[in-house]
């Protein structure tokens, strides 16, 4: 399907695609749209959200997809792992199915990046930001999101750009990246962005795909997939990457989780 054909599509055209196929692929991620986004902790789903997760799963011949930045074990823990087909950990690094079956992503990546990734979580936290610090599979991220004050934001993203840009300069196999509420450095090869075309490269065209994301960074993912199906991004404010649709957080999402349900079991 070329990319013309995919941006004049209108989301009820895409239901009605949905409608036809036998099979669907959905992909959402689980921090800022199956549950609450938090620094330190995985938060459990939103009730109205987990409902509908289980019922695509069960009853519209949908293969669904949680993905995550934490490990995958993680999430399952808190979201249920019979909930959906495979959750994501480190973006899609590792994998874990419904049945229980765990795979990890082998790259090459030299052995001193993986190290420079482990010691600038130990240098972020002797700079004083321990707090805000997350380590996960592929990347150490620090998460200013839920600060108010501007001069404290500024303040810690500014103390860990001079921790992680050296290193992300240093290493080619790293990069430095910046999403709404934080900055990364991240193992390259190992981006939403790069799971999604390993995942495609097997999926049969005529699969409808659709994905339910929040970052800024996804901009990359969404551009991976324009060329395939409709995406969905969810956003505050609408913003000028490859997106066609921006729903807003909340209820758009349930709308179209429904829609999708609806059109799955041929309630049209």
């Not at 199956?34 to 695509?56: D, F, M, N």
């Not at 993905?67 to 399952?76: D, H, K, N, T």
Request: proline share 5%; net charge neutral.
């Amino acid at each position: 399907m070329s990319r013309n054909a995919v941006e004049q599509r209108k989301p009820s055209w895409f239901l009605q695609a949905v409608a036809e196929a036998r099979h669907r692929l959905l992909l959402m991620d689980y921090e800022g749209i199956v549950a609450p986004s938090l620094s330190h902790e995985c938060a459990p789903p939103y009730p109205k959200i987990l409902g509908r997760l289980e019922c695509i799963m069960k009853e519209c011949s949908t293969h669904l997809i949680a993905i995550s930045g934490r490990p995958a074990r993680e999430v399952g823990r808190t979201l249920g792992i019979r909930t959906v087909q495979e959750i994501w950990g480190g973006d899609g690094l590792e994998r874990l199915h419904s049945d229980g079956r765990y795979e990890r992503e082998q790259l090459d990546i030299p052995t001193d990046a993986f190290e420079a990734l482990a010691e600038s979580g130990l240098i972020l936290r002797r700079a004083g930001l321990g707090k805000f610090v997350q380590v996960n599979l592929a990347s150490v991220s620090v998460h200013w999101r839920g600060m108010s004050d501007l001069d404290d934001i500024l303040e810690v993203r500014a103390m860990a750009c001079r921790v992680l840009r050296p290193l992300a300069v240093k290493h080619p196999s790293l990069c430095l990246n910046e999403f709404e509420g934080g900055v990364e450095l991240r193992l390259r090869g190992a981006t939403k962005a790069d799971s999604f075309r390993r995942l495609l490269s097997a999926m049969p065209a005529e699969t409808p795909i659709a994905y339910i994301g929040d970052d800024r960074v996804d901009k990359d993912s969404f551009s991976v997939l324009n060329d395939w199906g409709l995406s969905f991004l969810v956003r505050r404010w609408p913003s000028g990457n490859a997106t066609q649709v921006h729903p807003t957080p909340g209820d758009e999402v349930i709308r179209f989780l429904d829609d999708w349900i609806r059109t799955s079991r041929g309630d049209l």
